[in-house]
């Protein structure tokens, strides 16, 4: 097809204090097409949607509409020029009715005001070019399942004759008959020439609704690519930054000790579930044991992860930790039982900003101490020097506050906290996302000094070479649930985890 | 059409045709049904609330103590309450954006004091007023502003636009401030009367009840009929969603608490016009008789749900138990502050009972 | 769901090198902020204190009365009067830090008053030692449940801190009217009057007696790790759960404080009188607390708080009552120059001026991205 890109970027660079967040990054959309874009955590997916939808401005580069360049400064902005985003949360408002969502805006006005018969028949034309006939537009939003309002969503979006639509992460909570429906209007809407990109991390659905894909990683262009020619591991290696060949021929480097799997184990779930999060699960870990969760954005780990420290609360299932059945029902339970957890969002379940590093390092201890017993000053210190020489913490003053910190001293502030515990079970989300290559090693250095001291350690982490590295299991999740749980031996490569990720089927 | 409550995935659900396939084209009407009805209007279901209570104080009243139903205490209801109902109508505005404005009653006392200064001056009656009602407006975008520009939480902003307002009244004056009894502002408290029944069981209105009538008459239309009066709503729905659909947020958020302190001080020109004489301690708890006069009428104080109609219901429910309150007579003065406050809980607490169930 | 990107990420800040913050009490090392604040206050209390000099050079004479046995003197009369902010003000310290507000201790002080002048007048007892205790501690107990119940509904049940509390306010002086029964009751009980009206080594006891309570109650906080586990929660709430810490207790704790200082702030108030004026007492008490707590530099957003800051606050606030008075304005303007200046600092405070500021003394550089919140 040797049609005009509906929308390019050329060279675009956006960069915030510290981190540039898109660096030089070519882009197109072809009018009458599904584009995807993928990418892994800190890709510059979200910032790429942003930087068209006129939310943030470029540094460097240009944005071409239709042929035209463009500055694009805000939301109204890139609306007249022709770009509507539907995000993952829907943001319509769930008290006002359907028709108002849709119209609201745009209402047919009289000399009365609006005129709302004549309002709702035009969001109903405007719904029923999507396929939605029966829905009473009078009613209100709330009432529609979330698959439905996001149609609502899309049809608000077209009211205004968009040619560009971004569907960001559109199908998280669809199940598979809604997501059907979804696609179906995304076919109709393709064929009458609008451009739509399509970002999501699920790949089966990408390679079902898509006929170009865009690869971004680390804030930077890895490729475009035609869908129907690309083979799912290349594209998960595009995605994470490796070679297929270097893949193949990493070995896992091994610590020789194995983790003693003949004792009971020191924690055992039995399916252990919670409702849209992740689907009942079994789980087992011994002492001194690494067990990675491995799997793409979305995947599961994390709220598994979660149920595992009591962080949240589990529908189904039972956990038994050290013989005894424990319920896990908030964080303190977890930390009574000696689990520790580290979220992998830092910023808003992490660190306690305008708290001192010092506070933020002693203040698990010192919840689980219970607020009549103050950890005398030596107890402080002693876990404070311990942390902040040991774990590398930069600045090495305990005084400064942590929201003064680089992304990667408060990650391991936090951790230092995780640690400060002792705990018999620790898990850690993410903990080298954001950190410097130096930074990481010695994060992961810790793990391993950790599970020769018999902690149980379950390593989560988008890095796949990282999971393999150090773990001794690895569990695989895929779409919110378990799909795979293997032995690390010597010949698994980071290769070996991929392509049981692209070869295990949708659930 | 898939009706869920929550809105979170339930993984996995039987699935259902999706809808469509039909070709005809959609017509405009449905077949009319209460469950229709109530489906479209949730909102409906807590003024029908408010209006049962009130009908059941009625009906409590008029068999405990008779002499409810007829046309000298319906007159006086009405008299008596137009200007709480003006300033229950404003107050709505800004609760429904999840907002509150805790400065209307010191706003009736500077403007009022205010006003009743310059009409002594021997300023123009008319003028008085438009100035009266201007100063409302002033502190009105005020709180406005610092809502808005300065992220003030509104509570705090308009709590210290309150004490602004109410201490600038005192240092106008701190005795009453007569009207003079010929001044044309008078006027707005005459008497009309429109049914002569016997003695002086009259059916009464005054030119400020039919102010409170526009006033009402005004909020309904614009909170049904303008682009602004559905932007309120969906602030109050949810204030980031508003914004990214394009709507105009700030501008909203700011011409809600203009137009609460506009009212406030109409509302002011009514009861100084029919009490004859404004001080600086006019309005003091007023405030919280609006605030429950909304949250009555069924508006949550979150924001994104009432109406306009609930708060002038609620505005007579407060009247009507000020009135079986004065008629008992064995329930001490000092029990209605009480009252209120324990009314206005109960249904602070219901609200926040219904929302966890629906949530 | 985990997100996609967290912008974390990307609104990096490079470390800086900060000067050491305040962890509190009697290991604090003052932060630049806080201790800048301080100053600032005790800068306006000298500079009121100076216009009152400038109107009467007498003005700051103290003397010492033996039949008395008490100092006497314009100062005197501000330590007294600031005997009871200064108890509700650190009660409110310790509310607004995790994050929420007090409006009721106005009314808490009320109920005190009524409960403990009930009581007395009831027990007739006037020189009984027995008495006052009781009443005293019928009257901050009455207010501490009441405060529990602030707690209650707003940790477990979920109400928002200002609506509970603005019922609550409503509520509680309507509950001291019922105790009194509409009227003003007085009471006679020496010792009682003694504490209000009081002097030991020539100072008020009242005035003492508020600074040992509040450097009571500042010692447990920051000697214990209350002062953090507050500090913690109303800064990141979310991850004050996941480090462990039982958020319903500690916001139920402060609400029952806060409410206990009131009552305490209301039996000083009722005993330089010996008597409830259930409409007057404590009205309007808790705009002066706000007003003393952000001038004691604590943000009205929650986290960081300081207790000495508060307590400077409410000396502020008293000398600035007194003078009003001294200098001849109407004493009913002065709620409205205390919300004024509510306003200004909660401006100058606010982003947005402190980004103009920021951006002037910054030279020409890329401007930061606005991070829309999703």
Request: with cysteine; hydrophobic share 50%.
């Amino acid at each position: 097809m040797t049609t005009a890109p509906i929308v390019e970027m050329r060279g675009v660079s956006i960069t915030f204090p510290g981190v540039k967040a898109l660096d030089e990054v070519d882009f197109r959309l072809l009018p009458g097409e599904v584009h995807a874009l993928m990418g892994e955590n800190g890709a510059g997916k979200s910032t790429l949607i942003k930087a068209l939808t006129g939310v943030y401005a470029v540094d460097a580069g240009e944005i071409l509409i239709d042929g035209e360049q463009r500055g694009l400064h805000g939301t109204a902005d890139a609306q007249t020029a022709g770009i509507s985003v539907v995000y993952q949360e829907v943001n319509l408002c769930p008290n006002l009715t359907i028709g108002e969502n849709v119209m609201l805006g745009h209402e047919v006005r009289g000399p009365f005001g609006i005129r709302w018969k004549a309002t709702h028949r035009r969001a109903e034309q405007a719904l029923a070019r999507l396929g939605l006939h029966d829905l009473d537009t009078r009613v209100p939003l709330a009432s529609l399942s979330l698959a439905v309002q996001q149609l609502v969503a899309i049809s608000r979006a077209m009211i205004t004759d968009s040619t560009v639509l971004i569907l960001d992460e559109p199908t998280s909570s669809l199940d598979a008959t809604e997501v059907e429906q979804l696609f179906g209007v995304i076919r109709q809407l393709r064929d009458r020439g609008v451009a739509i990109l399509f970002v999501s991390h699920f790949l089966d659905q990408v390679y079902e609704i898509s006929e170009r894909i865009t690869v971004l990683r680390n804030g930077r262009f890895v490729g475009e690519f035609l869908t129907a020619e690309l083979d799912r591991t290349d594209l998960i290696a595009n995605m994470i930054g490796k070679e297929l060949s270097v893949l193949r021929s990493i070995d896992a480097v091994r610590h020789q000790r194995r983790a003693d799997r003949t004792d009971a184990p020191v924690l055992a779930a039995s399916a252990l579930g919670r409702k849209g999060a992740i689907a009942p699960t079994d789980f087992e870990i011994h002492t001194g044991e690494v067990i990675g969760f491995a799997g793409l954005l979305g995947s599961g780990r994390t709220e598994l992860a979660r149920l595992l420290c009591g962080a949240d609360k589990a529908d189904s299932g039972t956990v038994v930790f050290q013989g005894r059945k424990a319920v896990l029902n908030s964080p303190a339970a977890g930390l009574a039982h000696r689990i520790a957890y580290s979220s992998e969002n830092r910023r808003d379940e992490g660190v306690v900003a305008d708290l001192t590093v010092r506070e933020n390092l002693v203040l698990a201890v010192q919840a689980r101490r219970g607020w009549m017993r103050r950890l005398s000053r030596r107890e402080e210190n002693e876990i404070v020097d311990t942390y902040v020489t040991g774990l590398g913490i930069r600045p090495a003053d305990p005084e400064v506050r942590v929201r003064n910190l680089s992304g990667g001293n408060q990650q391991k502030v936090l951790l230092g906290r995780w640690l400060a515990t002792r705990p018999d079970m620790l898990i850690l989300d993410e903990p080298t996302r954001g950190i410097d290559v130096g930074a990481k090693a010695e994060i992961q250095a810790a793990v391993v000094a950790l599970s020769d001291g018999g902690v149980a350690v379950v390593y989560i982490s988008s890095e796949i070479d990282e999971v393999v590295r150090l773990s001794d299991r690895i569990v695989i999740l895929k779409d919110r649930r378990k799909v795979d749980e293997i032995d690390v031996g010597p010949d698994t490569t980071t290769a070996t985890i991929v392509d049981i990720i692209a070869g295990a089927g949708a659930a | 059409m898939r009706t869920t409550e929550t809105l979170e995935s339930t993984g996995p659900v039987e699935p259902t045709p999706p809808p469509g396939g039909s070709a005809a084209e959609p017509t405009g009407g449905h077949p009319p049904s209460i469950n229709r009805y109530l489906a479209r209007h949730r909102d409906a279901t807590s003024t029908g609330a408010a209006l049962l209570i009130f009908v059941a104080m009625v009906i409590y009243g008029q068999i405990t103590y008779g002499a409810i139903l007829q046309p000298s205490t319906i007159s006086n209801l009405l008299i008596n309450n137009a200007h709480l109902v003006i300033l229950a109508v404003g107050l709505t505005f800004v609760i429904l954006t999840g907002g509150i404005d805790l400065s209307v009653g010191a706003v009736i006392a500077f403007s009022s004091v205010a006003g009743m200064m310059l009409a002594q001056a021997g300023w123009n009656p008319y003028l008085v007023v438009l100035i009266m009602v201007l100063i409302g407006s002033a502190i009105g975008l005020v709180s406005g502003c610092l809502v808005e520009f300065f992220d003030m939480q509104p509570f705090i902003a308009t709590l210290s636009m309150m004490f602004l307002a109410r201490g600038l009244a005192s240092t106008l004056s701190t005795v009453p401030e007569r009207l003079d009894p010929d001044s044309p502002i008078k006027e707005l408290a005459h008497q009309w009367k429109l049914i002569d029944g016997d003695k002086v069981n009259d059916l009464v209105v005054t030119p400020g009840v039919v102010i409170a009538a526009i006033v009402v008459t005004g909020g309904l239309l614009a909170v049904h009929r303008t682009r602004f009066g559905r932007t309120v709503y969906a602030v109050g729905g949810s204030e980031p969603s508003a914004s990214l659909m394009g709507l105009p947020v700030r501008r909203t958020k700011i011409l809600v608490y203009v137009i609460s302190g506009t009212l406030a001080a109409i509302g002011g020109v009514v009861y100084t016009a029919r009490l004859g004489s404004a001080q600086n301690i006019t309005g003091i708890g007023w405030e919280l008789d609006a605030i429950a006069a909304v949250v009555i009428g069924g508006t949550l104080l979150t924001g994104g749900s009432g109406s306009i109609v609930g708060s002038v219901i609620g505005a007579f429910v407060l009247g009507l138990m000020n009135v079986l309150i004065t008629r008992d007579g064995g329930i001490r003065p000092e029990m209605t502050t009480i009252i209120t406050g324990g009314i206005l809980f109960v249904f602070v607490l219901l609200q926040r009972a219904i929302k966890g169930r629906r949530g | 769901m985990t997100t996609d990107e967290t912008t974390d990420d990307i609104v990096e800040v490079p470390p800086v090198r900060e000067a050491r913050s305040t962890t509190g009490g009697a290991r604090a090392v003052p932060s630049r902020l806080l201790r800048s604040q301080h100053i600032w206050a005790v800068a306006a209390i000298v500079g009121l204190l100076c216009i009152n000099v400038v109107k009467d050079p007498g003005y700051l004479s103290i003397t010492y009365s033996s039949n008395t046995g008490a100092f006497v003197g314009n100062l005197v009369d501000i330590a007294r009067a600031a005997a009871p902010l200064i108890m509700i003000a650190t009660g409110m310290c310790l509310v607004i830090a995790t994050g929420g507000i007090d409006l009721s201790v106005g009314s808490m002080m009320a109920v005190a008053g009524a409960v403990a002048m009930e009581y007395l007048s009831s027990a007739n007892a006037p020189s009984s030692i027995g008495a006052a205790a009781a009443a005293i501690g019928l009257a901050v107990g009455l207010c501490a449940v009441l405060g529990a119940v602030n707690g209650i509904l707003i940790s477990v049940v979920g109400l928002q801190p200002f609506i509970t509390t603005l019922v609550m306010m409503l509520a509680g002086r309507g509950l001291a009217k019922v105790i009194t029964g509409g009227q003003n009751t007085t009471a006679v009980n020496e010792r009682y009057r003694w504490i209000a009206n009081g002097y030991v080594l020539g100072l008020p006891v009242v005035f003492l007696a508020s600074a040992a309570i509040a450097v009571a109650v500042a010692f447990v906080i920051r000697r214990s790790a209350l002062g953090m586990m507050i500090e913690s929660i109303g800064i990141n709430a979310e991850a004050s759960r996941l480090a462990g810490l039982n958020r319903r207790a500690l916001l139920i704790t402060v609400y029952v404080v806060s409410a206990f200082l009131a009552g305490i702030a209301g039996i000083f108030s009722t005993g330089t009188v010996m008597t409830v004026d259930v409409s007057q007492t404590g009205y309007q008490f808790e705009l002066d607390a706000i007003l003393a707590v952000v001038i004691g530099g604590t943000s009205l957003a929650g986290g960081r708080f300081s207790l000495a800051g508060a307590a400077i606050g409410a000396l502020l606030i008293a000398t600035l009552d007194k003078t009003v008075v001294f200098l001849g304005v109407p004493a009913s303007a002065t709620p409205a120059f205390k919300a004024a200046v509510i306003i200004v600092l909660y401006v100058a405070q606010s982003r947005r001026v402190r980004g103009w500021a920021a951006g002037l003394r910054r030279s020409r550089r890329k401007s930061v991205r606005q991070v829309v919140a999703t």
